[in-house]
């Protein structure tokens, strides 16, 4: 769940030209309905719609298990890096951290050049903004008003707004290539942590008072089914409800405030690429060695490829690297 947190929070800023209506709603909805954890349970469609896209996703979901398991084949390969025949919780976590600095690389790069065509030393708020929502100049009363599409851009404007002040270190309204990418990809940047825990509170706290009930937080992860009662919930939803109040709400108020919402979604100990190495190697050793063989590897080829060790599933992707 933390990690689709962190997800849905990087996508949601900076964006390849107008947002249509159909990335908005994804947007403010989360990115998807989909949540990456489930305690025991790992979702392996919401890796590729968070991280492929959805059009993406759907041609990497083309691709015959036979390709799919040749290219996992050689990625594990290169990821047994003393090549004893064994992938490890290090070499694994290794390179996790590995694929997740070349996508925020790669996408920084992207975005900056993007923003940036005349390779300038920083780029302007008011030039980032007229690219991306200045359509919204020409936008009348009405068509900004509550409930309306632009009153959907407006409030992402306003987020992006925010999100672009805390990245910009010297306050000059401009941001440099390094703060662009604190900007675009907060969750990597513990400068960045206080405006993550705002995001994450305001798109669970439905209600606008400022903190999260206990509905709120189980209505962010599960919709029930038209006249399904708490009694039908599955299991993992009865255990989500035990961690809220039993953890999450540190001082048994009923509600997560924002200094526990901070705790619970960036504890600064907390190492992600750790975390889904364990997850994966868990997942697929066979023989409970705590090592992985390239045939356990592909015999879970399902789920690595859509883990964050094929950079999700993107990697299978990559002509040059086969």
Do not use: C
Not at 183 to 205: A, K, N, Y
Not at 214 to 243: A, C, F, H
Not at 267 to 291: I, N, Q, S
Request: charged share 35%.
């Amino acid at each position: 769940m933390l990690t689709s947190l962190y997800i849905a929070l990087a996508i949601t800023a900076v964006f390849g030209g107008v947002p249509n209506p159909e990335e908005t709603k994804r947007m403010m909805d989360h990115l998807s309905d989909a949540e990456h954890y489930r305690n025991e349970h790992h979702n392996k469609q919401f890796d590729h719609d968070a991280f492929l896209g959805e059009d993406q996703a759907k041609t990497f979901d083309q691709l015959p298990p036979e390709e799919s398991k040749r290219r996992l084949g050689i990625i594990v390969d290169k990821i047994d890096a003393d090549h004893d025949g064994f992938v490890t919780l290090v070499e694994l976590k290794d390179w996790i951290r590995y694929t997740q600095k070349r996508y925020i690389d790669e996408d920084v790069e992207r975005h900056w050049k993007q923003h940036n065509p005349e390779n300038s030393e920083t780029v302007s708020w008011e030039a980032y903004r007229k690219t991306v929502y200045g359509f919204m100049d020409d936008m009348s009363p009405s068509e900004l008003s509550s409930n309306s599409e632009g009153f959907a851009y407006r409030n992402l404007m306003k987020r992006d707004r925010r999100r672009w002040h805390y990245a910009d270190g010297n306050q000059d309204d401009a941001l440099n290539r390094t703060e662009f990418a604190s900007f675009l990809h907060p969750e990597d940047h513990s400068g960045m942590r206080d405006v993550v825990v705002l995001e994450t509170l305001e798109d669970i706290d439905k209600n606008n008072d400022g903190k999260v009930s206990l509905e709120e937080y189980i209505g962010d992860m599960y919709k029930p089914e038209d006249g399904e009662s708490v009694d039908d919930e599955p299991d993992w939803v009865k255990q989500e409800r035990e961690q809220f109040t039993g953890y999450r709400d540190t001082n048994k108020d009923g509600y997560m405030d924002e200094t526990e919402v901070k705790d619970w979604i960036a504890p600064p100990e907390f190492d992600h690429a750790e975390a889904e190495a364990r997850h994966l190697v868990f997942e697929a050793d066979g023989d409970a060695d705590e090592k992985l063989t390239k045939e356990e590897v592909l015999d879970k080829y399902d789920l690595f490829v859509g883990s964050q060790a094929t950079d999700f599933g993107e990697a299978l992707a990559r002509h040059d690297e086969f």
